[in-house]
């Protein structure tokens, strides 16, 4: 049950994808016979996403996945020419405290490298994005507001359509215009994504996370937005993303974005199955309350806490069972930082360190649901038992909710900005040569994923 960090590769876009491993073969840049054969897959992907997002073919940028893409905009924006003549000096850019860290660490790294200043928006104890809020951080040279359009850990789905129409009407009475980004990659399997419709600027996805392969996205640019490539090179994807085009890939993320129609009601069963598990968990363990609103939430996923268990310990059990889940984002698995998209939405770090998130998918049946919620409270009763901390009275680790068992949200203070990750603090040591590493005799399959400081001389 952990299909938000990445789902199974579906059996029809594996096979759309084979022919240009192999007959395909060719460099879709080149002029020869070859190259326009695989030119036709990558055209035909491109229009494929340009109909999910209602766009033009020419707004569609592909990429790697979601994590370069979020890079190129924070990035691509600040520092743009464009946008630096258009303020006079240096812009102002706004992204939610909980966005995924690829956002986060690019909005860092702009602000530290003198490109742009950074503000952060809160969210609710519900964890949702306040448009008043958001609003009051508005300036003069504000260019850029980013909010994903639901959260990776919490299933949240933010206001993306409101943020959209109160930016709008604000650009109706300003010179500068803010331009408007959501992260899509949890969105895209669940909800719409026409980009009129949203109100957004530029938009970005993951294949993996719609049954498709791994290594592609796309980035979907308005025409228009003052944005520019950070990596230079060749002239692939109107000058925007330098390198090869990874054909099969981008055939595949094409292939799996054309067949998101044909899940509706699939999803509307992971709905009810997440339903079932979120209600038989709450009522069969004790002290255990749900992260959030039922309501808002993406249809597949359940992140529940368990007063007086650790989270990690409860992963290792589960994972004993049979049974795969996280603690968070899966590109965070290594961080042993309580998840800042808890705390932004006011949990302690008890609290955030004792949750678990389950993701549903379309392989996720009745049964499964049905054996996670008997082999909880045993796991739960056992860790209990050794850390001891089942019967405490402190008032930071006790639910703070209505009834648990009525998948109310948590009644919880506000969270201290200062605790929030944007200092130094929030990065790891960097661990790439470290000596469990090379015991393991080579490099763990997610290491790309660790938070790695970066060397002052580099900075």
């Known amino acids: 049950m952990d299909y938000a960090a990445t789902a199974p590769l579906d059996e029809q876009v594996l ?5 240009y491993f192999s007959e395909k073969y060719g460099n879709p840049s080149s002029v020869h016979g070859f190259g326009e054969e695989a030119q036709k897959g990558v055209i035909e992907a ?8 209602g766009s033009e073919i020419s707004e569609i940028a592909f990429t790697s996945g979601a994590t370069e893409g979020n890079n190129t905009v924070i990035k691509g924006i600040a520092m743009s020419p464009k946008v630096w003549e258009m303020h006079g000096g240096k812009p102002h850019i706004i992204v939610s405290d909980i ?30 994005v306040d448009i008043e809020e958001l609003k009051k951080l508005i300036r003069p040279n504000t260019v850029l507001i980013s909010v994903m359009y639901a959260n990776n850990e919490t299933g949240m789905i933010q206001p993306i359509e409101e943020i959209g129409r109160m930016i709008s ?21 669940y909800l719409d994504c026409n980009v009129l419709r949203l109100g957004v600027d530029l938009m970005t996805i993951s294949a993996h996370k719609i049954y498709g392969p791994k290594g592609a996205g796309a980035l979907y640019i308005r025409k228009g937005t003052p944005i520019v490539k950070f990596m230079d090179g060749g002239e692939q994807e109107f000058r925007m993303r330098s390198g090869t085009h990874n054909v099969p890939g981008i055939v595949g993320l094409g292939s799996a974005a054309s067949r998101l129609g044909a899940y509706k009601e699939k999803n509307e069963e992971i709905k009810k199955l997440r339903d079932r598990l979120i ?19 993406l249809p597949n996923n359940a992140n529940i806490r368990f007063e007086g268990a650790e989270g990690e310990a409860i992963l290792v059990l589960l994972n004993g069972s049979g049974v795969a889940v996280s603690t968070g984002s899966a ?28 993701s549903l998918g379309r392989g996720t049946t ?19 038992g050794v850390s001891g901390s089942f ?9 703070q909710a209505g009834s648990p068992h009525t998948g109310q949200a948590a009644q919880v203070t506000s969270a201290d900005p200062a605790d929030l990750p944007r200092d130094d603090d929030h990065h790891q040591e960097n661990v790439f040569w470290d000596d469990d590493v090379i015991d393991r005799g080579g490099l763990p399959a997610d290491l790309g994923c660790e938070k790695n400081n970066i060397p002052d001389k580099e900075a």
């Open 169 to 189: 009407e604000l650009n109706g009475s300003r010179d500068k215009k803010i331009y408007f980004h959501t992260d899509a990659a949890q969105a895209v399997n």
């Open 46 to 53: 491109r229009q494929q996403l340009a109909d999910l997002f």
């Open 331 to 358: 590109c965070a698995a290594k961080s042993l930082s309580p998840s800042h998209v808890l705390k932004a939405m006011g949990l302690t770090d008890l609290d955030a360190h004792s949750s678990i998130r389950f």
């Open 279 to 297: 209600d038989g968990i709450l009522s069969a363990v004790p002290r255990s309350a749900l992260n959030g609103l039922k309501e808002n939430r």
């Open 15 to 19: 096979k759309d994808m084979m022919p």
């Open 391 to 399: 019967a405490s009275t402190d008032s930071t680790s006790s639910p």
């Open 99 to 128: 966005e995924h860290d690829c956002v986060l660490d690019s909005a860092k790294r702009v602000m530290k490298d003198g490109l742009a200043d950074v503000s952060y928006a809160p969210v609710n104890k519900e964890g949702r």
């Open 366 to 384: 009745e049964q499964q649901v049905d054996h996670v919620i008997s082999v909880m409270p045993g796991i739960i009763e056992k860790l209990r």
